[in-house]
């Protein structure tokens, strides 16, 4: 709800937004739009008693038009700081004009409540019905020039949320140019307590892993200029106190609504006000606007917690479930696959799928999916990428006979697609060599063997719909897996004008959407899996095109404990791919057993990457028992609440790294399933766990031992799992239990 009065000290507007249990209060004052509150829900109070009146430094310019002697832009709590005429803190504007200058002031012009969330342009958004969320949009302009921004904040009624985005626009007759335009920007200048920026950062096969880190006076941030949002960094940071638990304590949560370059920063002033932000990183960004053009930046979301990060991971959850991912598989049960990637790499033909497909289908896996390696003469992986020709050598009389042949199994088919690459090996690149991002005289930089394709150009864009489009028409595709699997170099268009070379990679990113946009409209019925070798582009702007991403290629089950629980923190367990792969791991040759291998991948999106045709008569065994827990659990896992007990490095009984437990409850609290695994044994190990999120006055039966506890028990004084596993405890071993209400 949006709440709208006139506050004490000028008279001017003062807007207190309630989302969920959450406030976010700012106003006018002179004309600058002032922040005074994000946290949890406070009164309809006037808070701009809020506002630091300290006296600023004589070198500290000030606005010459307010009378305020201790008002100036640098100290002041800003919603929208612009370059250059005070503000010295990181800017959430700046444009330059065609005579080269570029201070600029925005000062307030109107404002209007919308109903629901509009729709701004064709990028990437959440939705949310009129009777869902309330949205303000307030009008800025700078009185020397006339450029106008306008500020979206939209504030959903059920959810602690607030989604903010910025459109721009160039009233004059003149063309000026963008260069940092950030989505959301707020100041919190009554944080008082010792503050941490809590981010994801990774590398391939490493991703999403947690780091909290201190905030100093100047600036904290993390980023990518890779391309893509990347491995290395994801698109979100948390401002949490130091004393911020799971359970405890302030975790503001910002994730931006992008799948390219990004930027989130936390920084901190001399009076102890931070300013965190959120947009597109700047480094190479610069974007004309010509008269009368609009830019609208992505949209920023803000998930407010005052109650711990579980609550801020719930929220993000719920938002990303029910307000972003589309189409009928957001809600819908997925089915298990089998992908043939580790079983087979490059080295299949029909006949080898064909049995893996036998096999998983006398085991109740529901899809095969055939990953790269089935076009053009892509026999390993330095050629034909953008050849979506079926290899007959491969796959003899196309497509269409090898899928009736696993639709008559009874499994669904899948497919693997590479579309934004070109090798320099293919036809299409010796067809269109200018179709390659590059620049003129200027060697392209190789990652595994390929190039990047200009999306920028709507040529390149059709010949990828067309060819994509043919190939899913040409038999009974259910199922595509995205893959992007290197970052882009040298990125210049042949097609666009040097003044606007600096738009290239947000108009990829935008190319990527039309693509996307086409190809879902196109096939509706299509599941879309995205990946990026692995989870190297796992973000919101992915999962509202594909509700599920490939999580990481590293599928070792201990690993995939860090990078799945990291995951967690922002990306709910429906959007994460798990799988369970062959012992010894491909990747980090560990030796775990086939039950922990499925209990791990039973946190998210559930199937298997192995050669099944090689597997014992018992492990085919535990197969068909692990799709059956999967379809049982799937309601709980995939759309209850989630609960991360241990995090790997968390210190548990004097030892650090030893152990990893999460659990989810259902909405109504009656059921709730717990993953409890151990990482290194120690001798005589003794293990407590306490759960979460149960009801203190229920009473709980544990599935597999019949025993009986109360909610409350279970909570505080938490189970003894010292004697849990069967065969006693061992590196890797891992229990499941499941709790039902009585
Ligand atoms: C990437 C993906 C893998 C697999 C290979 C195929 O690395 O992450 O899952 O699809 O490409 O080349």
Redesign the pocket.
Known sequence: MIHISSHSLTGEPLFHLRAGDASYVFCVFHGYLLHLYCGPAVGEDDLTALLVKVGHDSVVPRPADTPEGWFSLDIAPQEFPVYGTGDYRPSALMVRRADGSAATSLRYVSHEVLPGKPVLDHQPATFAAPDEADTLAVTLRDPGSGFVVRLYYTAMRALPVIIRRAAAENPSDNPVTVERIASASLDFATWMEPAELLHLWGTWGRERTIERTPLAHGTVSVSSRRGASSHHHNPFAALVAQSTTETAGPAIGLSLVYAGNFEIAADTDPFGSIRFQAGIESTDFAWRLDPGETFVTPEAVLAISGEGLGKMSRTFHRLWREHLCRGEWAERERPVLV?N?EATYFKFDSEKLLAIAKDAAACGIEMLVM??GWFGTRND?RSSLGDWFVNEEKLPGGLAPLVERINALGLKFGI?F?PEMISPVSKLFDAHPDWALGTVGRDRSVARSQYVLDMTRPDVRDYLFDTISGVLSSANIEYV?W?F?RNLTEAASATLPPERQGEILHRYVLGLYDLLDRITAAFPHLLLEG????GGRFDPAMLYYAPQY?TS?DTDAMERLDIQLGTTMVYPCSSMSCHVSASPNHQTRRVTSFETRGHVAMGGAFGYELDLTTLTDEEKALIRHQVADYHRFYALINRGDFYRLILPGDTVNGKTGRCAAWMTVSEDRSEALVTFVVIRASIHPVYFLRLAGLDPDARYQEESTGAVYGGSTLMNAGINLTAAHKGGWTDGSSVVMHFMRV
């Open positions: 992908n990637w990953d790269d992986d693997w590479e897996k893959d699997n990946c990026s070798s692995g490939w290629d």
